[in-house]
């Protein structure tokens, strides 16, 4: 078994209780994000593909750790030399929103699993992830619907690779029709108590689903990236 399918597997058990929005599921998109954008960049793709892999191995929301200590104990485990290592905690670091705002990855690698981790905040699985952790920490679903505002409408200018910003692009224009549509399902004044005179009078019609279905072509390739093996030394 190559190092990679034992990164997945480390994962898969790590995050087997895991059903907000944070779990293996969204590790495996933040890979398959990755090695994509990784196909039209000059880059280390061992260094990008493990970093995607344990890049939550160590989020302080999911686990009780310090300096990166469950994906450290993982690549010691499996031979992977110091400096190597190290490149790897780095780009992991580089991921989180909070404590990279305003700072860009130093490295291409860095960079790289940033965007992929970020395009998993958006778009249609950004929507599910946002009500599933949201439901699990007692938020309301407008509480969850202001997080759209405060972090994820900002994620599409952010990004740093030209691929990483052309698949953004969709997937932030679904979240604002999520947006427009939820504002008016949520009328309910003018819904359910009318308006007060004919002026007032609701025009704005909501796209057919067929028309919405025609609007929107996924960016996101079919089928899952190939496995970058990496053998032990």
């Known amino acids: 078994m190559c190092l990679i399918d034992e990164a997945i597997a480390y994962i898969r058990e790590l995050f087997k209780e895991n059903a907000d ?6 590790s495996m998109r933040v890979y398959r994000n990755a090695m994509f954008i990784a196909e039209g960049v000059a880059c280390d793709r061992q260094i990008v593909g493990l970093a995607a892999l344990l890049h939550d191995a160590d989020d302080y929301k999911l686990f009780n750790t ?13 031979g992977v030399d ?5 490149r790897i905690i780095a780009a992991i670091n580089a991921v989180s929103f909070s ?21 998993d905040a958006i778009g249609a699985v950004g929507i599910a992830r946002t009500f599933a952790y949201g439901g699990k920490h007692g938020r309301s679903m407008d509480e969850s619907v202001e997080h759209f505002h405060q972090k994820l409408l900002l994620l599409k200018d952010m990004m740093n690779t030209a691929q990483a910003k052309k698949m953004a692009e969709k997937r932030h224009q679904l979240m604002e029709t999520f947006l427009r549509n939820w504002e008016k399902e949520n009328e309910w004044e003018v819904i359910i108590m009318g308006p007060k005179d004919k002026e007032q ?14 609007e929107y072509e996924p ?11 990496w053998e032990e030394t």
Do not use: M
């Open 82 to 86: 110091r400096e190597t290592a190290e």
């Open 201 to 214: 009078e609701w025009t704005d019609e909501i796209p057919d689903e067929e028309e919405q279905d025609n």
């Open 219 to 229: 960016t996101y390739r079919d089928g899952s990236a190939k496995n970058e093996c």
């Open 66 to 78: 310090a300096e990166n200590a469950n994906a450290r104990s993982f690549l010691a485990e499996h």
């Open 21 to 26: 929005g944070h779990g293996f599921d969204h």
């Open 99 to 119: 404590k990279n705002r305003d700072r860009k990855p130093e490295t291409v690698e860095g960079q790289i699993v940033q965007d992929a981790d970020r395009l």
